[in-house]
């Protein structure tokens, strides 16, 4: 070890402003295990204060010690530092502890830049991001904005995906997002915590963020506040929306062209036509897939159908029908659906 001194456990004391709010008790029982076998490997670091000592770095280790049994911790005395060389050093050791609560070390950053660009005016905060943390311009400026920016109810979501916590680089994307106000990204942040939206790459998933942008008032509070809307039944709520906006636009028109009536299209009118319940479609079975196949080739058919019973001969590469009256038309389908030959 380097140069220390050994100090009684009593005459030090923990620092209040230190980064780590939360120290997880059965990982400081598992490493006071250790300490009680090998010892105290690297002594912590301590600076005077009043009439004893007070930590900078190794409040995990002091816990530990206590916790083992120790009345003596190694330690190297530090008398100079000042706050912000405290403050540095914190920040140094804690941003290489993957073990640290995000909430701590968001916040952390958030008072050592405010810190540094007191004592230092002309530095940017690209300059402190790699100087002094150690880490990307972006990954800390979004650290610092969830800190100071992000809902309460938000910051308290953090933590660890397997423990149903939010990720916190999907915290940093939502509350970047302007499209959401504070109320909706607590709760799009609930659900991607709970599982119930999906996240991937170490962002919210660029469809969900599409979807929840883009989709009309009834369905995007839907998707962003039920616990039991998911993003599948979105998606079919929105497809069912634009079918039935095609059905009718079609039917305002009157009439049906060879552009209007292309496959896509006819497919969107059976579906509509058929009243196809988008909260059940994601789970048809295959055989259902099939029939609603086979009701579009038989509908087809019965236009085609239709056309030669209105002596319009189909002309050679034409896709479907030129000009229908949709009265006619839905007429002639809602006779007898047997098909046609």
Known sequence: MADYQLIPLNQI????????????????????????????????????????????????????????????????????????????????????????????????????????????????????????IGKSEGYVKSGIQVSEEAPRELRELLGKPEDGKLNPSYARYIVNDASLRAPEKVAVARKIASGRLPASGGRIGTETLRI???????????????????????????????????????????????????????????????????????????????EVDHRLTNLEKRIHAFRAARHAPIRSGEELIDAIDIKALEAFLAQDDQEVK
């Open 212 to 290: 929840i942008r883009s989709a009309p008032p009834k369905i995007r509070e839907r998707l962003i506040h039920d616990p039991d809307f998911g993003l599948e039944q979105a998606k079919w709520e929105l497809r069912h929306e634009e079918r039935t906006r095609a059905a009718k636009n079609v039917k305002q028109r009157r009439l049906l062209s060879p552009g209007q009536f292309a496959f896509k299209l006819l497919r969107a009118v059976l579906d509509f036509h058929i009243k196809l319940d988008p909260k059940t479609a994601p789970f048809l079975p295959q055989e259902a897939w099939q």
């Open 13 to 132: 004391q923990e620092d209040p402003d230190q980064p780590r709010r939360q120290i997880d008790d059965q990982a400081i029982a598992e490493l006071a295990s250790t300490i009680r076998t090998v010892g105290v490997i690297e002594p912590v670091l301590v600076r005077p204060h009043g009439r004893g000592f007070r930590l900078v770095v190794g409040h995990r280790r002091y816990r530990a010690a206590k916790l083992a049994g120790l009345k003596q911790l190694p330690c190297i005395v530090r008398p100079q530092l000042s706050e912000l060389e405290v403050m540095r050093m914190q920040a140094v050791e804690d941003a290489q502890n993957e073990e640290l609560d995000p909430r701590d070390r968001y916040a952390f950053w958030a008072k050592l830049w405010k810190a540094e660009s007191r004592a230092n005016p002309a530095l940017t905060l690209g300059r402190f991001a790699k100087e002094v």
